[in-house]
């Protein structure tokens, strides 16, 4: 592995002991924050207080090793960074509940001007 593959493993390995990626609703901690954001992406940085839940919504993330099945399930190969798997984020996930079903739904916004069609 190389220094950075090593740096970033170490640091997504730190992220998950302090329980980033875990809880739902208002305990859910996002494991990539705002403030984290090292690598400028299009748009502002922006942190919101969910009327829902009550907590700070930030950039959120899936678990690494659920990314990796579903990279190995469509044949593709899975992000990585000098041959370490990098953690896979979202834009939004939802936590949906009826009296009989809990389930995510995952939503990822984009500017239409963004998107590339085939």
Do not use: C
């Not at 979202?90 to 990822?108: E, G």
């Amino acid at each position: 592995m190389s220094k950075r593959g090593a740096r970033i493993a170490k640091l997504q390995e730190n992220y998950i002991k302090k329980g980033r990626g875990a809880g739902t609703g208002a305990d859910y901690q996002p494991f990539i924050q705002a403030h984290d954001n090292k690598i400028a992406s299009e748009g502002w940085i922006t942190r919101h207080k969910g009327w829902k839940t009550g907590r700070i919504h930030h950039t959120l993330s899936f678990p690494l090793e659920r990314t990796i099945e579903i990279a190995k399930k469509l044949g593709i190969q899975h992000p990585h960074v000098d041959g370490t798997a990098v953690v896979m984020t979202t834009d939004f996930r939802l936590s949906l509940s009826t009296p009989k079903v809990k389930k995510d739904a995952i939503r990822t916004i984009k500017p239409i001007s963004s998107v590339s069609f085939f």
